[in-house]
């Protein structure tokens, strides 16, 4: 049940109200109109934007409207109250009975109270890590890597159908790279010196396992080969043993892929996609040759002065149109990007979400670009970037450097820290914003650390339970939706109440602006009103969840806990993140 909904459909029988009496023109567009929570709870229950979004429509002025239409919302068995505020604003207050029925929705529907039908089974790609296999995951991947995980997630509870997609950067100069760093680890298990690696291979010793791998299956045998011939051995056994690893790293985190998509399979395949994605955006006159004329500014890295083949990305709002072929007649990586996403679209993906890091930032324009010629228009591509993340120690910096080889892998953090911990943190700022993720702070118990304050409401919920059956053995089995919520009159739980009806609203918000961390923070207020409810008791014990001389009452507040601990489950649920019973 989604309260909010509710409310909304009463303002717009309101507003038909109005215009078959005549007081406002017939056929206004309602779409704009949204009921929320008022920025300041002392002024109602919900909020509407309906006078403000309607009045030039009707011809009115705003707070004239409002006038007209709070009055009719006031009419409502159910509304206590219906006030204009401000320009416009009309504030609406509900008798304590909606957010009763709200509750007893909740404790019907358990762990789907909050799951919808907004996606109507539309197909999503969301793809997200797409880390080069060149070594193990960092820390800036795990951010990328949950937040794509936790908003395939809310997308899934949302109604969509979702698939989960890792891109394999496996063409390109730093796979070569890697294949010759891989060699000299192959020479390392042959028994050969090969000193200081040199400067642009990479250094780390997670390659050991690679060069013994190759000695195993080869011998001795790639020495005599030149390079043409056994780097793309090698290149093929680094890559496995690669992606081996990230996978396990992912798995640490409880992060899984539907779809692992190979780039090299777009123009080694059976057929070149690459090639036939530019034959066809030519034949609708989007690729010619031609020279493009120097950058102004900052130098443009694929700008060449000669004649090549170009996208017209300029046609699709990017600032200059795009190569699609080096100077030695292979493809630029926007090339196969290009082919892709087309690929993405043929699968039958219109929607499809990126998620890379904001070092990608420049880029993103011509992918839209890229995506609206491809699909003809009806594709949609939201690229979400991942700021950097600053990896800290009691507040001290901790170095990273993938090329020098000593890095703090997200495995390190991973184990030291715990999954929920990496999760939560990396959900609980912006993508876009920076993220401090100090190795300390995250594993303290106090109100401060957001994942354990979340976390420790779930467990006080399951205590709630265990000191209930010891006062009341069995009383367990007796909590259900038929609880008297009326009882519960008290304005802590009253706002608890409210925060709850909020859910199922602040669910389809996040996953329609593609942005988890908003549940991240939903859980945090919903934790720190139920830990204010406990604290409450402490000092007014008719407050407390168990009334020994209250069977009733004790039901009533029992099936609000466990409505509480249910919404927690799922808010963590949808995070990736556990809700455990106890907390040692």
Same mark, same amino acid.
């Given at each position: 049940?989604?309260?909010?909904?509710?409310?909304?459909?009463?303002?717009?029988?309101?507003?038909?109200?109005?215009?078959?009496?005549?007081?406002?023109?017939?056929?206004?567009?309602?779409?704009?109109?949204?009921?929320?929570?008022?920025?300041?709870?002392?002024?109602?229950?919900?909020?509407?934007?309906?006078?403000?979004?309607?009045?030039?429509?009707?011809?009115?002025?705003?707070?004239?409207?409002?006038?007209?239409?709070?009055?009719?919302?006031?009419?409502?068995?159910?509304?206590?109250?219906?006030?204009?505020?401000?320009?416009?604003?009309?504030?609406?207050?509900?008798?304590?009975?909606?957010?009763?029925?709200?509750?007893?929705?909740?404790?019907?529907?358990?762990?789907?109270?909050?799951?919808?039908?907004?996606?109507?089974?539309?197909?999503?790609?969301?793809?997200?890590?797409?880390?080069?296999?060149?070594?193990?995951?960092?820390?800036?991947?795990?951010?990328?890597?949950?937040?794509?995980?936790?908003?395939?997630?809310?997308?899934?509870?949302?109604?969509?159908?979702?698939?989960?997609?890792?891109?394999?950067? *496996? $063409?390109? &100069?730093?796979?070569?790279?890697?294949? +010759?760093?891989?060699? /000299?680890? @192959?020479?390392?298990? =042959?028994?050969? #010196?090969?000193?200081?690696?040199?400067?642009?291979?990479?250094?780390?010793?997670?390659?050991?396992?690679?060069?013994?791998?190759?000695?195993?299956?080869?011998?001795?045998?790639?020495?005599?080969?030149?390079?043409?011939?056994?780097?793309?051995?090698?290149?093929?056994?680094?890559?496995?043993?690669?992606?081996?690893?990230?996978?396990?790293?992912?798995?640490?985190?409880?992060?899984?892929?539907?779809?692992?998509?190979?780039?090299?399979?777009?123009?080694?395949?059976?057929? *070149? $996609?690459? &090639?036939?994605?530019?034959?066809?955006? +030519?034949?609708?006159? /989007?690729? @010619?040759?031609?020279? =493009?004329?120097? #950058?102004?500014?900052?130098?443009?890295?694929?700008?060449?002065?000669?004649?090549?083949?170009?996208?017209?990305?300029?046609?699709?709002?990017?600032?200059?149109?795009?190569?699609?072929?080096?100077?030695?007649?292979?493809?630029?990586?926007?090339?196969?990007?290009?082919?892709?996403?087309?690929?993405?679209?043929?699968?039958?993906?219109?929607?499809?979400?990126?998620?890379?890091?904001?070092?990608?930032?420049?880029?993103?324009?011509?992918?839209?670009?890229?995506?609206?010629?491809?699909?003809?228009?009806?594709?949609?591509?939201?690229?979400?970037?991942?700021? /950097?993340?600053?990896?800290?120690?009691?507040?001290? #910096?901790?170095?990273?450097?993938?090329?020098?080889?000593?890095?703090?892998?997200?495995?390190?953090?991973?184990?030291?820290?715990?999954?929920?911990?990496?999760?939560?943190?990396?959900?609980?700022?912006?993508?876009?914003?920076?993220?401090?993720?100090?190795?300390?702070?995250?594993?303290?118990?106090?109100?401060?650390?957001?994942?354990?304050?979340?976390?420790?409401?779930?467990?006080?919920?399951?205590?709630?339970?265990?000191?209930?059956?010891?006062?009341?053995?069995?009383?367990?089995?007796?909590?259900?939706?038929?609880?008297?919520?009326?009882?519960?009159?008290?304005?802590?739980?009253?706002?608890?109440?409210?925060?709850?009806?909020?859910?199922?609203?602040?669910?389809?918000?996040?996953?329609?602006?593609?942005?988890?961390?908003?549940?991240?923070?939903?859980?945090?207020?919903?934790?720190?009103?139920?830990?204010?409810?406990?604290?409450?008791?402490?000092?007014?014990?008719?407050?407390?969840?168990?009334?020994?001389?209250?069977?009733?009452?004790?039901?009533?507040?029992?099936?609000?806990?466990?409505?509480?601990?249910?919404?927690?489950?799922?808010?963590?649920?949808?995070?990736?993140?556990?809700?455990?019973?106890?907390?040692?």
């Amino acid at each position: 049940m989604n309260i909010f909904d509710v409310l909304q459909a009463r303002v717009v029988d309101a507003l038909d109200r109005l215009s078959h009496e005549g007081v406002i023109p017939a056929g206004l567009d309602a779409s704009r109109v949204v009921v929320e929570p008022p920025r300041d709870a002392s002024h109602g229950d919900f909020a509407t934007n309906a006078a403000m979004v309607l009045a030039k429509e009707a011809k009115t002025n705003p707070r004239a409207l409002a006038e007209k239409l709070a009055a009719v919302l006031a009419e409502a068995p159910d509304v206590t109250a219906a006030e204009v505020a401000g320009p416009g604003f009309i504030n609406i207050r509900v008798a304590p009975r909606v957010f009763a029925e709200v509750m007893k929705a909740a404790a019907t529907l358990r762990g789907d109270f909050g799951r919808s039908r907004l996606g109507a089974g539309r197909k999503v790609n969301v793809e997200y890590v797409s880390a080069n296999p060149t070594g193990p995951m960092h820390v800036g991947h795990g951010r990328g890597a949950v937040f794509g995980d936790a908003l395939s997630e809310l997308l899934a509870f949302t109604g969509h159908d979702v698939t989960r997609e890792y891109y394999i950067n *496996d $063409a390109g &100069a730093q796979v070569e790279v890697l294949a +010759r760093s891989a060699y /000299l680890r @192959y020479l390392e298990a =042959l028994g050969e #010196p090969v000193g200081e690696i040199p400067e642009g291979l990479y250094p780390g010793d997670y390659l050991k396992p690679v060069g013994v791998a190759l000695k195993d299956r080869h011998g001795a045998a790639l020495k005599a080969m030149d390079d043409a011939e056994r780097l793309p051995l090698i290149r093929d056994v680094a890559i496995d043993m690669m992606m081996d690893m990230i996978r396990a790293d992912l798995a640490r985190l409880s992060i899984r892929h539907d779809v692992f998509f190979s780039e090299r399979s777009l123009s080694k395949g059976a057929t *070149d $996609a690459i &090639a036939e994605t530019i034959a066809d955006l +030519r034949t609708r006159d /989007l690729v @010619y040759e031609g020279r =493009l004329p120097p #950058p102004k500014g900052a130098p443009v890295e694929d700008w060449e002065d000669r004649e090549q083949t170009l996208f017209r990305a300029t046609a699709f709002g990017d600032d200059v149109d795009r190569p699609l072929l080096k100077s030695d007649g292979s493809y630029t990586y926007f090339a196969s990007d290009i082919a892709y996403h087309a690929s993405k679209y043929c699968r039958g993906f219109a929607t499809m979400i990126d998620v890379w890091g904001a070092d990608h930032g420049g880029y993103v324009k011509r992918m839209n670009a890229a995506v609206a010629a491809v699909t003809g228009g009806n594709g949609e591509l939201d690229v979400k970037l991942c700021q /950097l993340v600053r990896l800290l120690r009691a507040g001290e #910096p901790v170095k990273m450097s993938k090329r020098a080889g000593d890095f703090v892998t997200l495995r390190d953090v991973v184990d030291e820290v715990g999954s929920d911990a990496v999760r939560f943190m990396m959900l609980f700022r912006k993508n876009d914003a920076t993220l401090d993720f100090d190795l300390a702070k995250v594993i303290e118990q106090s109100k401060d650390n957001p994942v354990f304050y979340v976390q420790y409401a779930h467990a006080r919920c399951r205590s709630v339970f265990r000191q209930a059956e010891q006062a009341f053995p069995g009383i367990s089995e007796a909590i259900g939706p038929d609880a008297d919520f009326t009882r519960l009159d008290d304005s802590a739980e009253q706002e608890l109440f409210r925060r709850i009806a909020q859910f199922p609203r602040a669910v389809e918000a996040a996953a329609t602006a593609h942005e988890p961390h908003r549940i991240a923070f939903w859980l945090y207020e919903l934790a720190s009103e139920f830990h204010a409810l406990w604290n409450k008791g402490k000092e007014a014990p008719h407050l407390r969840y168990v009334i020994e001389g209250d069977r009733d009452l004790t039901i009533a507040r029992l099936a609000m806990v466990r409505t509480v601990m249910d919404v927690l489950a799922a808010g963590l649920s949808i995070l990736g993140v556990s809700a455990p019973d106890e907390m040692r």
